[in-house]
């Protein structure tokens, strides 16, 4: 018997198999399938057909079939499906189809919103496609791989129809503790408002409406995805679309997007800092695990980074799927012939080289970084801006690279200590980067990153010395 491990969310659907496991196709040649159908003549359209189709057919669309997931009747009746639970198996079956060749046996990472009666309907919906269900597990606790002593730890997700912050209690056992769920917020909300604000660039660079005709509404939708990854590593890019025989053009800025959401980012921000009051661990380090559909929101990461001692780690794309086959031969009671169990913690306890690795790692985190290693000599941080550029400073003002004013600017970024954080702020026309991704007006900057200026090679090292006057 071979396993899969099945990630599921709305957002989509992700399987992991073969040896080495990794993620495998689940719908044409996409690792995801989300959660959309549409009814058809002949058939119930689903995965990302319909996805790519939802705003050519608005009042056709159903995408709530997973989040909603129950047998009551369907509003709106068509031939192919009478509930929502229906809906489902129609796209479990469509995603099965694909994953089939590679396993038999399935293990499904699910979110913590769901109930019992709504784990009973997939539990029957795998039943149907002779699909064995060994377990279910808490999609928060199979995307966790590594222990972070002494800290609180948290699991951020979004769904296309709510956001999830699971508290997940580090002990012998790591346990999926309580989970708060935001139906206010939301991938359809936010894709649906940067949509429309791409679509105001367009009509007051261009003239022209991309929301004037279907077509062009849904090529937006379907280049967002892009967008998004795209603004993980750049600042701006050149967006064009075509319409008949002609094609616009606009320069779509990652603020844009970020200024149209940051009153949501605002409220996820208030949702952790409530947890860590809840639990008493504000003055705790904690650590925001961010799947991949998280640290795709732009402007988010940098947003909560502003949290006191919080670390950000971003997950793997499919990380639960992925997950769940690394730890199932973990969960010790585990049963075959007497039900499916939903796992909701798991072994924590590390050996005692992982657990010191893991202190030892938590403890370079907390060193405060001191000085700007520039070509083997260091400059002392302080809360006056340590300007750094191609024009010539005194020694403690400024850190004078040796590169071409085309490379580098004068006064390219500056770097100072601002309420405890180290904070570099960019000036430059040519750019800077912090560990290859280019710096958002201003960044925080933590032990060992290293910064390039511009077009140059030239880079500076963030270290800390044994000594506040160490040069």
């Not at 993620?23 to 995965?47: C, H, M, N, Y």
């Not at 319409?243 to 959401?261: M, N």
């Not at 340590?386 to 020694?395: A, K, M, R, S, T």
Request: aromatic share 8%; charged share 25%.
């Amino acid at each position: 018997m071979t396993l899969l491990g099945l990630e599921l969310s709305d957002a989509g659907i992700l399987v992991a198999g073969d040896n080495p496991a990794r993620l495998l196709t689940v719908d044409g040649q996409e690792q995801e399938s989300p959660g959309f159908a549409i009814p058809e003549k002949e058939r119930l359209l689903v995965g990302k057909s319909a996805s790519d189709k939802a705003h050519l057919f608005p009042l056709q669309v159903i995408n709530r079939f997973w989040d909603q997931l129950n047998t009551e009747p369907l509003k709106l009746k068509n031939r192919h499906a009478q509930n929502h639970a229906e809906i489902a198996y129609a796209h479990l079956f469509h995603v099965w189809e694909m994953v089939k060749p590679y396993g038999d046996e399935m293990i499904i990472a699910v979110p913590n919103y769901y109930s019992k009666e709504q784990l009973g309907l997939i539990l029957g919906m795998a039943q149907e496609l002779s699909v064995p269900v060994k377990g279910f597990v808490s999609l928060p606790l199979a995307a966790s791989y590594h222990a972070y002593p002494n800290a609180m730890l948290l699991h951020l997700d979004i769904h296309l129809h709510r956001f999830e912050i699971t508290h997940l209690h580090q002990d012998e056992h790591l346990t999926a503790k309580n989970s708060m769920t935001f139906e206010e917020i939301s991938l359809e909300q936010l894709y649906r408002s940067w949509v429309e604000t791409i679509a105001e660039e367009f009509v007051n660079a261009t003239r022209f409406d991309p929301l004037h005709q279907a077509a062009t509404e849904q090529e937006l939708y379907n280049r967002l995805t892009a967008a998004l990854d795209i603004f993980k590593n750049q600042s701006f890019f050149l967006f064009e679309l075509s319409h008949g025989k002609h094609s616009y053009r606009i320069t779509l800025l990652r603020d844009i997007l970020f200024q149209k959401t940051e009153k949501i980012y605002d409220e996820i921000y208030r949702f952790i800092e409530k947890m860590r009051d809840d639990h008493g661990q504000n003055n705790f380090l904690t650590v925001l695990q961010m799947t991949h559909r998280v640290a795709c929101l732009p402007g988010l990461k940098d947003k909560l980074l502003a949290i006191e001692n919080c670390k950000i780690i971003e997950l793997e794309p499919g990380a639960g799927a992925l997950g769940v086959l690394k730890l199932w031969n973990q969960l010790t009671d585990k049963h075959f012939g007497n039900g499916t169990s939903f796992f909701t913690r798991r072994p924590w306890q590390k050996t005692k080289s992982e657990t010191s690795r893991a202190i030892a790692h938590q403890t370079f985190q907390t060193i405060r970084p001191s000085h700007l290693l520039y070509r083997n000599v260091a400059y002392p941080i302080s809360e006056k801006p340590l300007i750094i550029g191609c024009d010539q400073y005194p020694f403690g003002k400024g850190i004078h690279v040796e590169a071409k004013s085309s490379d580098v600017s004068k006064k390219h970024c500056t770097v100072q200590r601002k309420n405890g954080r180290i904070v570099l702020t960019d000036y430059s026309g040519q750019g800077t980067f912090v560990d290859h991704r280019q710096v958002n007006k201003s960044t925080v900057l933590e032990l060992g990153q290293i910064v390039r200026l511009g077009t140059s090679r030239e880079t500076i090292q963030v270290i800390a010395c044994l000594n506040a006057d160490e040069t």
